[in-house]
């Protein structure tokens, strides 16, 4: 008799939760970050400045129905739903039904993952193919049907494609198969896959040639530390990160299973290698430079199948439960911030008050199709993604640092003497002033009843020089 491919209970467990999170998404106002991904997918490259183009891509397909948050949303949701399924499927393969179904709900009730379903971003992309390609490897590696060597291949190349840390991945797998699979390096599938992998990369690489490698040099500048020196803040503060990754009770699960376990099988040391690899590597990064959670997080796609077959094997029952409880309560947390944290910190902050800020900015000009001015990237993003209608230039002229408008700016020859700004960072005004003569200076002040206030200010600007 075959068995079906996904237990009842688990397209139970994934349907609740992706339909609570599609609602959920509806009444969470868009992300700066967003509105710039989105502002990606109006303009289709093989790349952008900040990273490659893949979620861009996605952002597309999903938003042919419409441009509502919603809709931007819809990657995120699909793109931890997907990455459950590959949990699900590599643990059952690895173990069986009952450990597949314990590593998705440890999945599902996680604060990252439940963030995750809740913001569109590189990682949500991520998350789909680098989750796809674990799987594929392992039955590239374990058993003997050639499709998943390819398959693999295609999964890493569209990691790559997604975001520039996948590059770790790929030598991970590399490594693995150098170490304990030597056999396959005389396997001519083994290397159609690495070329296949890469040529999926190739437009990024293309689009990098054309525009002076900005991308890749920005990405290594932002991810590493221009000297060597160790700072043991930065280790710490990572530490804790890896533990709030995993949520506290999930942690010391996956310790006392590590030291109690003394052998594995080889599939199961083929997920401590993965999640182990990625660990060490930003735990060495940590020494000299502060790590952000999201660049680690994909080791959680090969550590929580890890966990959840021993959690079934050692029957730690009480463990788990004690531990999903823990963990389903700062999800809890996170998704209502209101309940629970003062104004000064609610996350919500970084999410509220643009659209009303554009809206006051709209009653500013009286509707004048003039060019605009913003400070950063993110300003210039939820800008554009409010004002559709809006024709002229909206430039990141006073942005701190280069950005996708920057090379749009470049390419189309923007140019232009007078502006109206619109900026959120008032610490930066005193260089503004550098540049342009500042009149008719405005203030708006979002209040909101969740988070603390934000302040936006509105002013017409003669550039003084336009280089």
Same mark, same amino acid.
Request: charged share 25%; proline share 6%.
């Given at each position: 008799m075959q068995t079906s491919l996904f237990s009842k209970n688990f397209l139970i467990l994934l349907f609740a939760v992706s339909f609570f999170n599609v609602i959920y998404n509806f009444f969470i106002p868009i992300h700066p970050d967003e509105a710039y991904y989105w502002h990606w997918a109006q303009k289709l490259e093989f790349g952008y400045f900040d990273?490659?183009?893949?979620?861009?891509?996605?952002?597309?397909?999903?938003t042919l129905i419409g441009d509502h948050v919603v809709f931007i949303r819809m990657v995120a949701v699909f793109s931890v739903a997907a990455s459950s399924i590959f949990i699900y499927l590599l643990t059952k393969k690895i173990s069986d039904e009952k450990s597949a179904l314990i590593a998705s709900v440890i999945y599902l009730s996680l604060p990252v993952a439940q963030t995750s379903f809740s913001i569109t971003t590189p990682d949500s992309a991520l998350l789909i193919f680098w989750s796809g390609a674990v799987y594929f490897a392992y039955l590239a590696l374990f058993e003997t049907d050639k499709k998943n060597i390819y398959l693999a291949g295609i999964f890493l190349g569209l990691a790559l494609a997604s975001k520039l840390t996948a590059i770790l991945l790929v030598g991970i797998v590399g490594l693995y198969i150098l170490l304990k699979k030597k056999e396959l390096l005389t396997s001519i599938h083994t290397w159609l896959a690495f070329v296949l992998c890469f040529s999926l990369f190739g437009g990024v690489?293309?689009?990098?040639?054309?525009? +002076?490698?900005?991308? &890749?040099?920005?990405?290594?500048?932002?991810?590493?530390?221009?000297d060597f020196g160790i700072t043991l803040k930065y280790l710490q503060e990572y530490i804790l990160g890896v533990v709030f990754l995993i949520t506290p009770l999930f942690f010391v699960t996956a310790i006392y299973i590590?030291?109690?376990?003394?052998?594995?099988? +080889?599939?199961?040391? &083929?997920l401590l290698f993965m999640t182990g690899f990625i660990f060490l590597f930003f735990a060495y990064k940590a020494l000299f430079k502060k790590m952000a959670l999201n660049w680690y997080a994909p080791a959680l796609l090969s550590l929580i199948p890890f966990v959840a077959i021993y959690i079934n094997r050692f029957n730690l029952k009480k463990l788990f439960i004690s531990s999903l409880l823990v963990s389903i309560a700062l999800s809890f947390v996170i998704k209502f911030p209101?309940?629970?944290?003062?104004?000064s910190i609610n996350p919500k902050y970084h999410f509220v008050g643009y659209k009303e800020a554009v809206d006051a900015f709209k009653e500013y000009t009286k509707g004048e199709d003039a060019p605009i001015c913003s400070d950063y990237y993110s300003t210039t993003a939820v800008l554009n993604y409010f004002m559709p209608e809006h024709k002229s230039a909206i430039s990141s002229i006073f942005s701190t640092r280069p950005n996708m408008y920057t090379v749009w700016e470049k390419e189309e020859s923007v140019e232009f003497k007078n502006c109206f700004g619109f900026i959120e960072r008032d610490e930066i005004k005193e260089n503004i002033r550098q540049k342009c003569e500042i009149k008719n200076e405005k203030e708006f002040i979002y209040k909101s009843i969740e988070a603390k206030d934000k302040k936006f200010i509105f002013f017409e600007c003669a550039l003084k020089s336009q280089k």
């Open positions: 990273h490659p183009p893949f979620v861009a891509y996605l952002i597309r397909l999903f690489v293309y689009w990098n040639y054309q525009h +002076e490698w900005v991308s &890749f040099t920005y990405q290594y500048a932002h991810g590493s530390s221009k590590i030291l109690k376990k003394r052998e594995y099988s +080889e599939a199961e040391k &083929f209101d309940i629970f944290v003062p104004k």
